[in-house]
Each structure stands twice: as structure tokens, then as C-alpha cells.
T-cell receptor, first 112, second 116 residues
Framework: QKEVEQNSGPLSVPEGAIASLNCTYS??????FFWYRQYSGKSPELIMF????GDKEDGRFTAQLNKASQYVSLLIRDSQPSDSATYLC????????????FGRGTSLIVHP | GAVVSQHPSRVICKSGTSVKIECRSL??????MFWYRQFPKQSLMLMAT?????????EQGVEKDKFLINHASLTLSTLTVTSAHPEDSSFYIC????????????FGDGTRLSIL
């Protein structure tokens, strides 16, 4: 079992819809969780991070964390074509260390 | 926030060439830097952690003699791909480590390396 798993997609949604991206992780002791957006040929940029169970909202983005089920998700409301990118989930798996492990990313396509 | 500058952004060279990639912290001092490699449609894979003034820590399976890492100052870390071959073609990204367990990393812009 991979440490951080994401469906590679592509996930295709129409403009204005809600895009839901999911990530599961293997280490129950994981402490912090990050969502990065990566455009083709570019380095990742931070969207959100979360470390407490529940929801965290920032504009059109909502991160959801469920430690009991070991999953973290990212919801994008009112999806725009400019949201089309690969979304990477990163999890701090190693207790006490600051080196997150990345999932392979989910490709999101928002079509007009 | 922390700014990380990475150069060059793109390198195309012949097989057998050695290529150096620089990663600079512009507004902070970094005692460590992370180096990642990313193949198309794959995840970021941590290659090594550079440590200022001491040897780098390599991840399992990464050839130390192939990927030379130097962290000579608190603002500069370099990755040299020695005698590069086509299979070394990839996207290489450096990042400054988080300042705390719940803090994000700060990535450089990445280097696209293409070996002919």
C-alpha cells in the first residue's frame, strides 16, 4: 500500500461545478496535510493546509480532514477553467519530521 | 513568506555532460534544503536533503556519486547531475523545509532537464 494515495484522474467537471479531490494516507500518526496545485511544467504552489479534524475554508477552497478514516479531501466550489491543474496531496507521515510525502496527484480539468 | 530561487529553469544538453542546478534562499537562511525529482505524471520524489556545512542525506536508491549535492552557505544549495544520460531527464525541484510541523514548504520554480 502506498503511503499517500490519490486517484490520478483526470477528473473532469464543468465550469461552475464543485470539484472534489480525495487523498488517503497510511500512517495513522500523520499530523499535517497539505494541498498543492501544480500547473504543467511548474513547481507546486500551496493551496491549503489542515491539521485538525473537520473542515477548513479559504475562499472557493475547502479542505476536509477525517483522521479516523485517514483521508483528506479538497473541494473547489465554482470551478473555473484556470483551476485546471494537477492537485498534489502531501502528508507529514514521519512523526516529528518536517518532510511531507506526496501523492502522485490528481489531474483536474474544468471545461467551459 | 520564504522565497526560494532556482536556476536554471531549463537545461538541454548532450549525454555525458554534467549539469549544475542552484537553489538560493533569498530572504532567509536555510540550514537544509530538499531536492526532489518528478517524472511526467508522477509524484514528487525526495532525492536528498542538503545540510549546510555537512554531507547531504540521500534517500534510499539515490546514487550519491551521480547526484552531487553541496550546501556551502546558508543561502545556497546546489545539485550537480554528473555524466547525465537520457534517463536523468526530469523535473528537478528544490524547496526550503517547513519552519514547523504544521507549516508548508516553499518551492523553487524547478529545473526541466533534458538530456539528448
Amino acid at each position: 500500500q502506498k503511503e499517500v494515495e490519490q486517484n490520478s484522474g483526470p477528473l473532469s467537471v464543468p465550469e461552475g461545478a464543485i470539484a472534489s479531490l480525495n487523498c488517503t494516507y497510511s500512517d495513522r500518526g500523520s499530523q499535517s496535510f497539505f494541498w498543492y496545485r501544480q500547473y504543467s511544467g511548474k513547481s507546486p504552489e500551496l493551496i491549503m493546509f489542515i491539521y485538525s479534524n473537520g473542515d477548513k475554508e479559504d475562499g472557493r477552497f475547502t479542505a476536509q480532514l477525517n483522521k479516523a478514516s485517514q483521508y483528506v479531501s479538497l473541494l473547489i466550489r465554482d470551478s473555473q477553467p484556470s483551476d485546471s491543474a494537477t492537485y498534489l496531496c502531501a502528508v507529514n507521515l514521519r512523526g516529528g519530521s518536517y518532510i511531507p510525502t506526496f501523492g502522485r496527484g490528481t489531474s483536474l480539468i474544468v471545461h467551459p | 513568506g520564504a522565497v526560494v530561487s532556482q536556476h536554471p529553469s531549463r537545461v538541454i544538453c548532450k549525454s555525458g555532460t554534467s549539469v549544475k542546478i542552484e537553489c538560493r534562499s533569498l530572504d532567509f537562511q536555510a540550514t537544509t534544503m530538499f531536492w526532489y525529482r518528478q517524472f511526467p505524471k508522477q509524484s514528487l520524489m525526495l532525492m536528498a536533503t542538503s545540510n549546510e556545512g555537512s554531507k547531504a542525506t540521500y534517500e534510499q536508491g539515490v546514487e550519491k556519486d551521480k547526484f552531487l549535492i553541496n550546501h556551502a552557505s546558508l543561502t545556497l544549495s546546489t545539485l550537480t547531475v554528473t555524466s547525465a544520460h537520457p534517463e536523468d531527464s526530469s523535473f528537478y525541484i528544490c524547496s526550503a523545509p517547513p519552519t514547523g510541523v504544521n507549516q508548508p514548504q516553499h518551492f523553487g520554480d524547478g529545473t526541466r532537464l533534458s538530456i539528448l
